[in-house]
């Protein structure tokens, strides 16, 4: 039995990429089409599926490890837990003085946009209102 044809919209849709990407990949010879016709053009889902299968890492390069392959990061010592602690300190202490010195930091744009906005509004109400 002939193995049936996806259009390109549906291999797209199969993959979640975008049409033009198929399109892309079917002109640069990395997946072959067939014509159906005047118009239409098919691919069939074992060449789409050889397009996407895995490829086995080159010599010399090792390949990515899955998550549960990863070595465990080592925990921290406690004396690498107290120089952390300290240093945290030490930049909030900074962080104070600095504030001290130079005052507070600027507001984010979004609040300065938001009063801003809400001012606008306000005006906007009192003169309709008028």
């Known amino acids: 039995m002939a193995e049936p044809y996806l259009t390109v919209g549906q291999a797209a849709e199969q993959l979640s990429v975008h049409p033009s990407t198929i399109r892309r990949w079917i ?3 990395r ?8 118009r239409r053009i098919g691919v069939r889902p074992s060449d789409l599926a050889r397009l996407v299968a895995p490829r086995p890492p080159r010599p010399g390069q090792g390949g990515r490890l899955a998550r549960s392959e ?3 990061t080592p925990r921290l010592t406690k004396e690498e837990q107290r ?6 300190a030490e930049l909030e202490r900074l962080s104070a003085a600095i504030a001290a ?4 930091l600027t507001p ?7 009063e801003s906005r809400d001012e606008r509004t306000r ?5 309709v209102a008028e």
Not at 101 to 104: D, F, L, S, T
Request: hydrophobic share 35%; net charge positive.
């Open 27 to 29: 002109d640069r010879g």
């Open 31 to 38: 997946l072959t089409a067939y014509r159906l016709g005047e």
């Open 70 to 72: 990863r070595p465990a």
């Open 83 to 88: 120089r952390g602690l300290q240093a945290l």
């Open 101 to 104: 010195r130079h005052g507070p």
């Open 108 to 114: 984010e744009s979004w609040e300065l946009l938001n």
């Open 123 to 127: 005006d906007l109400m009192r003169t």
